[in-house]
């Protein structure tokens, strides 16, 4: 499902009075606060959803597939998403 399949299907919704610009607006606009926030180093929690956030990985040895030799992987920082029990749940049914 890409970006535009749920405007869509939010303009289509008979809850929703809003037309498919208004509501690429708003889902433009959640996006981009989600992503300042993990720029910042912020979580973002939304109930019965899931949560955003920032892990440091740590720094590790790793092996080359080609050659086998070790190789060094930084320390870095990496977008997580940890999904609430209720969709955990309800993907596992």
Do not use: C, W
């Not at 208004?22 to 939304?46: C, M, P, S, T, W």
């Amino acid at each position: 499902m890409t970006k535009a399949d749920i405007v869509s299907k939010i303009a289509a919704s008979n809850d929703i009075n809003l037309n498919k610009k208004d509501v690429a607006a708003v889902v433009d606009g959640f996006l981009e606060e989600i992503r300042k926030a993990l720029y910042n180093d912020q979580h973002v929690e939304i109930r019965r959803f899931g949560t955003f956030k920032v892990v440091v990985r740590k720094r590790r040895i790793a092996r080359n597939p080609h050659t086998g030799a070790a190789v060094t992987v930084p320390q870095r920082k990496v977008p997580v998403f940890k999904p609430s029990r209720l969709v955990k749940n309800k993907v596992a049914e």
